[in-house]
């Protein structure tokens, strides 16, 4: 018996030792791809290819992209190869070759190369993530969404909620306490985009509203969904293979519900709010399209759960963060602060007092401060792309292949020296009206570009300075004793400050 028992266990292990060989050696010429097509480089290692496991990082992969970035600049390079694990990824480094990924030759990259599931995930196949034929249909629907008129008509919703956080503001700052307010700026967008995108009038402001539930679920990632996130972004065609499922069946189930319950109950019973949802219904409902589910123009169900589920997850962190950040530099920067709330009262004092959409747009000085710390922090660390057919690099005999995904490093061009001077300094100069023209084109990205620019940019900012401004009109803000210092950002896709971004704040007479 223990002799049978020695053969198995001695058989398991040679077929272990072969199967890492083979594994071994598939990697090795997996590794040669960029090298036979003459492109420089980042040295992979096995398992990870060129890029550090995730799971234990200290740094975000925006940041390593970014490295990567100078590196390949460093060295003179017009672009680079690198690996997810054994897949390509080519990252462009030449603002030629970034304009034409993401523009010029958009017809070849108009695909983020995000890995989808639309048959047994269909909240997934949002704008965000899809390509081809079905995004281009989708874009084209949702666009007169995001018009001046309907930002106009869900104007009043954001300034309902900018008066929520006053009012929570004013009941939970005593000014003696330092203040984590990334907490207080989440719950004021969550409200925003749960009234503007589900029609529902939520006060997140509360600890055990659902919606802050859901959106404390989505950032706090479990270990198994940064194992199915690993296995989506490096392994693709094994996720396709698996139909693998990424997204927690705890938020799809909420949010599915959420919006089906509220699109039955308007149509039930006939209410037309001006809100996001209310377009998409009303793009459900056109009675020429009707039942048509073929027709270009029509919609179903599931792509209205998909397309106000990627409005919250979109929405949400990368605005709560981007004013967070915006009212870290005004503490930072005193000086800066001062003449940003001088602009606010005045642009007040020239609109009767009002909070308008036209006064709004008054704040230049405010929105050039959000425009460089967009720069500095960007929501979007790096922007993909997928081939969607073989493309010859201009000038070149390399043609990146269809199935290849593309990366373009937002922080790293956000913060290459040949295009902004010192840029660790925040310097809402860098946009003036006299300086912007300045800038060049496709080095100032915090959006993306091209064709795929962000639909909700402009509803974005609004949110933005009505935040800013319901908080520097009653407060002045300091760095905190609490705070970390010097910054140390947490290696998140979205990275926020370790330890929290904590401030304090005097009450302004």
């Not at 959409?357 to 960007?378: F, N, V, W």
């Not at 570009?449 to 002045?476: A, D, S």
Request: hydrophobic share 40%.
């Amino acid at each position: 018996m223990a002799i049978i028992t020695g053969n198995i266990c001695y058989d398991l292990t040679g077929v272990v030792f072969a199967f890492i060989a083979i594994f071994v050696v598939y990697c090795q010429w997996a590794f040669r791809y960029w090298k036979v097509r003459g492109v420089p480089f980042v040295e992979p290692r096995i398992p990870w290819g060129s890029l550090k496991p995730q799971i234990n990082s200290t740094i975000s992969m925006g940041e390593e992209f970014a490295q990567m970035y100078v590196n390949a600049k460093r060295d003179g390079h017009k672009h680079i190869g690198l690996y997810a694990a054994i897949s390509p990824i080519y990252m462009p480094v030449d603002n030629d070759l970034i304009k034409r990924v993401l523009a010029k030759d958009f017809n070849y990259f108009n695909a983020r190369g995000i890995y989808i599931n639309e048959k047994d995930e269909p909240i997934g196949a949002h704008l965000f993530a899809l390509g081809g034929t079905k995004w281009k249909s989708l874009r084209s629907k949702f666009t007169p969404n995001f018009s001046s008129g309907k930002l106009k008509s869900m104007f009043h919703t954001v300034i309902s909620c900018g008066k929520m956080l006053e009012n929570c503001l004013r009941t939970k700052i005593n000014g003696e306490e330092p203040v984590d307010l990334k907490q207080f700026m989440g719950s004021f967008t969550i409200s925003v985009i749960g009234s503007c995108a589900f029609g529902i009038d939520c006060n997140s402001f509360e600890d055990d509203n659902p919606f802050k539930q859901m959106a404390n679920r989505i950032v706090n990632r479990t270990l198994s969904d940064d194992v199915k996130f690993a296995v989506a972004i490096n392994f693709p065609k094994l996720a396709s293979a698996i139909r693998l499922t990424w997204i927690p069946k705890t938020i799809k189930e909420f949010f599915t519900k959420v919006v089906v319950d509220t699109v039955t109950y308007r149509e039930n019973s006939k209410i037309d709010r001006n809100d996001f949802l209310q377009g998409l219904i009303n793009i459900k409902n056109n009675p020429e399209t009707r039942g048509k589910l073929n027709d270009e123009t029509a919609i179903t169900m599931d792509e209205i759960v998909a397309q106000s589920f990627v409005f919250f997850v979109a929405g949400y962190e990368t605005s709560a963060t981007t004013m967070s950040w915006v009212l870290y530099e005004m503490a930072a920067n005193p000086d800066i602060q001062e003449r940003v709330r001088e602009e606010i009262e005045e642009v007040l004092n020239n609109h009767n007092g009002e909070i308008t959409y036209e006064s709004l747009c008054d704040l230049k000085y405010m929105g050039q401060c959000i425009d460089e710390t967009l720069r500095k922090y960007p929501p979007i660390p790096f922007l993909t792309r997928e081939c969607s057919q073989d493309y010859q690099i201009p000038e070149t005999n390399i043609v990146v292949e269809k199935g290849t995904r593309v990366v373009i490093p937002t922080i790293g061009i956000h913060y290459d020296e040949e295009y902004y001077d010192n840029p660790d300094v925040f310097d809402p100069e860098r946009f003036s009206e006299e300086n912007r023209k300045n800038i060049i084109p496709y080095t100032y990205v915090p959006f993306g570009e091209g064709p795929r620019l962000c639909l909700g940019m402009r509803f974005g900012i609004i949110q933005v300075k009505v935040g800013i401004m319901t908080v520097l009109r009653n407060y002045r803000l300091s760095i905190s004793k609490k705070m970390q210092m010097p910054l140390k950002l947490t290696p998140a896709f979205i990275p926020t400050p370790e330890g929290g971004l904590w401030l304090d704040m005097e009450k302004v007479c």
